[in-house]
Antibody
Framework: EVQLVESGGGLVQPGGSLRLSCAASGFTFSIYWISWVRQAPGRGLEWVANIKEDGSEKYYVDSVKGRFTISRDNAKNSVYLQMSSLRADDTAVYYC???????????WGQGTLVTVSS | DVVMTQSPLSLPVTLGQPASISCRSSQSLVHSDGNTYLNWFQQRPGHSPRRLIYRVSTRDSGVPDRFSGSGSGTDYTLKISRVEAEDVGVYYCMQGTHWPRTFGRGTKVEIK
């Protein structure tokens, strides 16, 4: 069974940092792109970043470029999102999602809540 | 960025009746490889999104056949032939043709 489990969310002050983790199981992790997608409270979905199978390519939405860094460790079947210079509008549930061959997300985790507030 | 415009944003439906959600993109979603990467997701209250349909009309495994997708170019539709209570939630279209991937604002389906 494919599983994606996020962790690392919490309350952080504006300007602070946080590192999210996504632990994968039930599939061959090293052959899939992985994305982070976020959902602000009561709002829609926004793709944030993704990373290629071997970590050689990474892409970000403009609003997080220079502040967020995506990485992965295929030996640990995990993807990470290092977030810095956090702002109130980064407050959201952050999901990790597996990307399939059809440029879409076929499996999602349960999400982890990040709250940026003083 | 490609803007995905859904309508309606709220859809009250009677059980057993059909429902239809429209999604319009600001650019054609036909990829240079010839495929059209338009997807539909369902998000039930308190749950993560779940993909229902990819490449316009292909249903994911386990998705009831009362869900169907259609469309081309910039106009797409998700139809539910007979709404059931478990279909309550928010439905999102998403394009995977252009970077960055973008979602519609969502359509909330509720029972009258």
């Amino acid at each position: 069974e494919v599983q994606l489990v996020e962790s690392g969310g919490g309350l952080v002050q504006p300007g602070g940092s946080l590192r999210l983790s996504c632990a994968a199981s039930g599939f061959t992790f090293s052959i899939y792109w992985i994305s982070w997608v976020r959902q602000a409270p009561g709002r829609g979905l926004e793709w944030v970043a993704n990373i290629k199978e071997d970590g050689s390519e990474k892409y970000y939405v403009d609003s997080v470029k220079g502040r967020f860094t995506i990485s992965r460790d295929n030996a640990k079947n995990s993807v990470y999102l290092q977030m810095s210079s956090l702002r109130a509008d980064d407050t959201a549930v952050y999901y990790c999602a597996r990307e399939d061959d059809f440029n879409t997300f076929d499996y999602w985790g349960q999400g982890t809540l990040v709250t940026v507030s003083s | 960025d490609v803007v995905m415009t859904q309508s309606p944003l709220s859809l009250p439906v009677t059980l057993g009746q059909p429902a239809s959600i429209s999604c319009r993109s600001s650019q054609s979603l036909v990829h240079s490889d010839g495929n059209t990467y338009l997807n539909w997701f369902q998000q039930r209250p308190g749950h993560s999104p779940r993909r229902l349909i990819y490449r316009v009309s292909t249903r994911d495994s386990g998705v009831p056949d009362r869900f169907s997708g259609s469309g081309s170019g910039t106009d797409y539709t998700l139809k539910i032939s007979r709404v059931e209570a478990e279909d309550v939630g928010v439905y999102y279209c998403m394009q995977g043709t252009h970077w960055p991937r973008t979602f519609g604002r969502g359509t909330k389906v509720e029972i009258k």
